[in-house]
């Protein structure tokens, strides 16, 4: 199922906002609405319905989902959906507790799956409040866990000592405002007490005979998001949506996780385990492009046993982050882009260290690998319309750089830190000066310490031939200034003309 079908079905299970009320809303207008919202996704829908006084039943209501392609379908059952006008102009929505998800996956490679998951909730309670174009949610459940009901792999029934799954959200609550239009908006706030999950997988016999045990935990989750989704548009055609104006700023964070695994494979036992003090993910996306920003701290990965591995392996960060913005639609203008990397304080355990270092001549300082890049490009293709993409089989240039701001550079580790920063543009009308590629022009300061006595170091123990230090110094003297005690700086510079100097010296 695709991500944006996934929150559309999450979004229907958990409910969504509230606020007070404007207007009246009735058992109809809320129903009438989920039918347009689900519809909009692609869903089809069937039910029974009832209407008694201020009371709405739908029964055996079924909401199917087709993949493209004849590769399979999605089908959600509700037994029964109740609708309460309250007569302060809100409605009461009971849900039922259980809540069957089937699927029927048949992809044009590989192996078949069907069967069911089994959503249950524990005192599920919403109430929608508004008027018709204008609808908040309130929902909470003291708990909602997905199970695995069955499932037929090839048409072979799986049982559930050979795979087990067990998903369960606790304490949860939501708030979700609609704004019912050609475009439909929402705001929504979520939180959950605890999430936690299990997977058992075993084969039995085989070659790839083993088993799998996963479980994890995740503590203080929340979810805060805006968007805007068209309707009456193709949810399959990423383009045509973004031409409606879909759009969405969501965010994720968590305040602490833990996984373990206990798994027998072919070649051997593995255990392991993982904690993490917190960590966070915020996706945004529409006309001006998408950006995707996570990051997580304080990260323990212990491994007590690896195949053909003679003792476990351990290994912290302080800090893992990762960002990206890239533009997704052609435009007559320049449009940002950027990629960020950090792996910050990153440490291995003793063992490791003693492997190639038993006498601790390097530092065991933590090491950090760190980028930061930002700058400017133009798209030339809308590669998400599948008709413009196929021209870039045919080897069109998707697009033209035009800018690269390197923001920082950072790279430390035993004893030594090589860091810098510049930036360049380029010339997108000249690819002849640099072979094909546009003529840049700017500067890249760099900044090397500690270099020669790491290089010392790794000499003494063996690890490095002399022959190969004297090499490398001749070029950091070439291309480096002495600035201080083991500190090197260098300028690297490309100048109008297309000439390439180190410190003030041509190189090309």
Do not use: C
Request: glycine share 10%; proline share 5%.
């Amino acid at each position: 199922m695709s991500l944006r079908n996934s929150i559309s079905l999450s979004a229907f299970v958990f409910a969504l906002a509230a606020s007070p009320s404007l207007a009246d809303v009735t058992a109809d207008d809320v129903w009438a609405d989920w039918k347009s919202y689900m519809e909009g996704f692609g869903y089809t829908l069937t039910a029974s319905e009832r209407l008694d006084g201020s009371t709405l039943t739908i029964s055996n209501l079924a909401m199917t989902y087709l993949l493209p392609e004849g590769e399979g379908s999605f089908t959600t059952k509700l037994p029964n959906l109740i609708f309460t006008e309250t007569g302060s102009g809100s409605v009461n929505v009971t849900l039922p507790t259980e809540m069957p998800l089937e699927f029927d996956m048949k992809p044009p490679q590989g192996d078949s799956a069907k069967g069911v998951l089994m959503v249950t909730q524990q005192n599920p309670v919403m109430v929608v409040s508004g008027d018709p174009t204008d609808m908040t949610y309130t929902s909470s459940s003291d708990a909602l866990t997905v199970t695995l009901a069955s499932l037929e792999i090839d048409g072979s029934e799986i049982s559930t000592e050979q795979f087990d799954m067990n998903v369960t959200l606790a304490d949860l609550s939501a708030v979700t405002r609609m704004e019912i239009g050609d475009v439909r908006g929402y705001t929504q706030n979520m939180s959950m007490g605890a999430l936690t999950y299990s997977i058992l997988f075993d084969i039995p016999d085989g070659p790839d005979a083993g088993n799998l045990d996963l479980k994890g935990s995740m503590n203080g989750a929340t979810f805060s998001g805006t968007g805007k989704i068209p309707t009456n548009t193709d949810v399959n055609d990423v383009n045509a949506m973004l031409d409606a104006g879909f759009a969405i700023d969501g965010g994720f964070s968590f305040d602490a996780g833990e996984t373990r695994v206990n798994a027998v494979t072919p070649d051997g036992p593995f255990a392991a385990t993982s904690t993490s003090e917190g960590g966070s993910a915020r996706v945004v996306m529409g006309d001006d492009g998408l950006t995707y920003d996570a990051q997580q701290t304080n990260l323990v990965v212990s491994a007590q046993q690896i195949p053909q591995f003679p003792f476990p392996v351990s290994f912290e960060m302080g800090k893992s982050a990762f960002n990206l913005t890239m533009p997704l639609r052609a435009k007559d203008s320049e449009q940002d882009f950027a990629f960020g990397l950090t792996l910050g304080d990153f440490s291995v355990s003793e063992v490791i260290w003693n492997l190639f270092d038993p006498a601790a001549q390097l530092p065991r300082d933590p090491a950090t690998i760190a980028l930061d890049l930002t700058g400017k490009a133009k798209v030339l293709l809308n590669f998400m319309d599948p008709e413009q993409a196929i021209l870039l089989e045919n080897g069109t240039a998707p697009g033209e750089l035009n800018a690269l701001n390197i923001n920082s550079i950072l790279l430390s580790a035993a004893g030594a830190e090589v860091s810098g920063n510049g930036a360049f543009t380029f010339d997108n009308s000249d690819t002849t000066t640099f072979d094909g590629m546009p003529k840049p022009e700017g500067a890249l300061d760099v900044r090397v310490s500690g270099a020669n006595g790491l290089m010392d170091t790794l000499v003494s123990m063996g690890l490095l031939p002399q022959e190969q230090v004297l090499g490398a110094r001749m070029m950091m003297g070439l291309f480096g200034v002495q600035q201080g005690d083991d500190v090197l700086t260098s300028k690297i510079e490309v100048n109008p003309e297309g000439h390439v100097l180190a410190n003030g010296q041509r190189l090309r």
